[in-house]
């Protein structure tokens, strides 16, 4: 029967850029929801990397717009969308809510760490005394009064802040669900599968960046913390997958006009990254792995190293669902007759190297805030 | 005594300059809810006189892919992308279908798509922009850079479009591009800068066999109208909802 595109669909519109970005948001929002089980639903398991979710948040936060910058067309245009928004476009409220999202964050982190910074402005010497005079905008007093203050506003903040992240990342999920002209993405799921899945980002990347932080600086790793995350990646993660799998199943039951273009789109273009990567090996992998750490007794090391494994399972994880649901969503033709093909290159401009930079920088970045906002005093003062 | 009765706390002036931000940011959107999208009296009222719109008749097709070159040289489309295009429909003995639109159509069909079987229906359906009324670019658009202009063509202002793709995503009939040259969103126009000269557009002065027409809805004496009411009529994916004002004669069920 042949495979017919309409001619104008031989170019795949948004590639590597449009992946990395609700990538890179869903780490944002999941990590910001971590911070928050601790701040507003008083989980004090995870009091031990609440700082570092936080902080992690904003540093993804700083570079999630990024890849869309360099997606743009016209990228010194980008403003228009604060400038001129036109509120019929499910688009147009990006530039507000990444905005609001932002304030809400750099307010937490600041008063989070308000009392740290007042700490410090007193031993530091000269240089770094101007700095945290800088950072503390001129007032570096601090009682139990003040204390209590910022803790309030912390809690304050941080309860906004769950429903702006989940409607961040929810929002990237609903601007992909809304478009009725696309099979492959048009299902009133998407926003919800999308916050779902940013919840497992958000955790699979703290388990596995503070496992590996503590491997190099050979710290004891709070296993009561880490072990509390790894419940919540389980709950999560069966969440995202089950919601992922019946959107599927009650698609493929329907048996409409989309179903019988999609069911070649899964078993075609789209077989090795959705079925056998996606879904065989990295959902249902990472499910066993996660369900073995958790109903059975394993050696503490043991656990821990499988725990790091299937949070960087999960992210791969996580990766190619974007990948999937960006890029196969373009891959469909809207002729429902076939499907174009696409192969990210390398040194383009929206190639696998930007890409590999854009995404490693949030890392370098979280490195360099340790050592103004350090992440694990909690462990220390519990030392001290 | 005097200094610090005028002085204000840093409280004070945080609160302060909280409250004006918030006075600024409600201020502007009333402003901004006031404000009418096109003042009328901007609009050429002649304007207002009209509502354009096409029709393909698809019976008098050939698939020669002179509206397809016309269309490029006209409006300076990029290779490799097309306002307008030229799709063939094959349909065999056994009721198989093969569609096809090598480059568009732009060097028309000159062999054979289907060797060693018998063709038993063969048309050739040329599509463009479809300037819908409900049109779902225009929709999603965040910056409002496509718009519906007041004589009912769907635009691009390629001055302030942002090049972001997403109307690219939403047209329910792949008409739209990103021009890799202008960064920009590109499609048919109904060649407006043609049309408003009383010339035909590019395609409709190529065609051959008269296989396209465009006209005024809103002018009783246009041949638009008079073909529209004599002939049965189709519309592509009426199931999006888009009230397409690209009309098509002779539309088989096949045809997406």
Not at chain 1, 218 to 236: E, H, I, P, S
Not at chain 2, 2 to 23: D, P, Q, W
Request: charged share 15%; hydrophobic share 45%; with cysteine.
């Amino acid at each position: 029967m042949g495979n017919f595109v309409f001619p104008n669909e031989l170019h795949v519109t948004w590639t590597v850029m449009i992946v990395l970005y609700p990538y890179i948001t869903g780490c944002v929002a999941g990590a910001f929801i971590v911070s928050s089980l601790f701040h507003v639903f008083g989980l004090k398991q995870l009091e031990p990397i609440a700082r570092f979710s936080l902080v992690s948040s904003f540093a993804f936060l700083l570079f999630a717009a990024l890849p869309l910058l360099n997606h743009l067309g016209r990228p010194e245009r980008a403003l228009n969308i604060l400038i001129t928004p036109h509120f019929t476009s499910a688009m147009s409220g990006f530039g507000f809510v990444y905005l609001a999202y932002t304030i809400i964050v750099v307010l937490e982190i600041w008063f989070h760490y308000r009392a740290d910074f007042v700490d410090r402005y007193h031993s530091a010497s000269a240089l770094w005394k101007t700095v945290y005079h800088v950072l503390l905008l001129g007032c570096a007093m601090r009682n139990e009064e003040t204390d209590n203050i910022d803790h309030k506003i912390v809690k304050t903040l941080a309860g906004i802040g769950i429903p702006v992240a989940c409607i961040l990342h929810g929002y990237v999920g609903f601007l992909f669900g809304s478009i009725k002209a696309n099979p492959w993405w048009s299902t009133p799921l998407m926003f919800i599968i999308f916050i779902f899945s940013a919840v497992v980002s958000g955790i699979s990347v703290l388990i596995f960046l503070y496992l590996f932080v503590n491997f190099l600086k050979r710290q004891k790793v709070d296993q009561n913390a880490l072990n509390t995350m790894v419940r919540f990646l389980w709950g999560f993660m069966i969440v995202a997958v089950v919601l992922e799998m019946m959107d599927l199943l009650s698609l493929a039951y329907e048996q409409t006009a989309r179903w019988a273009a999609l069911k070649y789109l899964i078993t075609g273009p789209l077989y090795y990254s959705y079925v056998v990567g996606q879904v065989l090996v990295c959902s249902l992998g990472s499910f066993l792995l996660l369900t073995i750490i958790v109903l059975f007794k394993l050696p503490q090391k043991l656990s821990n190293i499988l725990a790091f494994l299937t949070s960087g399972l999960l992210l791969i994880q996580v990766v190619l669902m974007r990948w999937n649901v960006v890029i196969g969503g373009q891959l469909v033709s809207k002729s429902y007759r076939g499907f174009t093909s696409f192969m990210p290159g390398v040194l383009e401009k929206e190639g696998l190297l930007v890409a590999a930079i854009i995404f490693i920088m949030p890392f370098l970045m979280l490195r360099q805030f340790d050592r103004i906002f350090p992440f694990f005093p909690a462990s220390k003062r519990d030392i001290s | 005594m005097g200094k610090k009765g005028n002085s204000i706390t840093r409280g004070e002036f945080v609160r302060m300059a909280l409250f004006s931000a918030a006075g600024v940011c409600v201020g502007s959107m009333i402003a901004r809810g006031n404000l009418k999208d096109q003042p009328l009296e901007r609009i050429p009222q002649i304007l207002t006189h009209f509502d354009w719109a096409f029709i393909v008749d698809t019976t008098r097709c050939i698939g020669c892919g002179a509206c397809v070159r016309a269309c490029a040289i006209e409006n300076k489309v990029p290779d490799g992308y097309y306002r307008t295009w030229i799709e063939r429909y094959e349909i065999d003995n056994n009721e198989n279908i093969y569609v096809d639109s090598p480059e568009g159509g732009k060097r028309s069909f000159k062999q054979n798509r289907v060797q060693n079987r018998e063709i038993v229906k063969g048309f050739f359906v040329p599509k463009l922009c479809n300037h819908c009324r409900n049109s779902a670019c225009t929709q999603v658009c965040p910056v409002g850079a496509t718009y519906h202009s007041p004589d009912g063509v769907v635009l691009v202002d390629r001055k302030h479009c942002m090049g972001c793709g997403y109307c690219v995503q939403a047209c329910p009939y792949g008409c739209r591009y990103i021009s890799y040259d202008l960064g920009t969103a590109d499609k048919c126009t109904f060649c407006y800068h043609r049309i408003h000269r009383s010339l035909a557009t590019a395609c409709v002065q190529a065609c051959p066999r008269k296989a396209r027409v465009y006209g005024n809805l809103k002018d009783p004496n246009d041949s638009i109208l008079a073909v529209l009411h004599e002939r049965r009529y189709s519309i592509l994916k009426p199931e999006m909802a888009t009230n397409p004002k690209c009309y098509y004669i002779g539309l088989d069920l096949e045809v997406i």
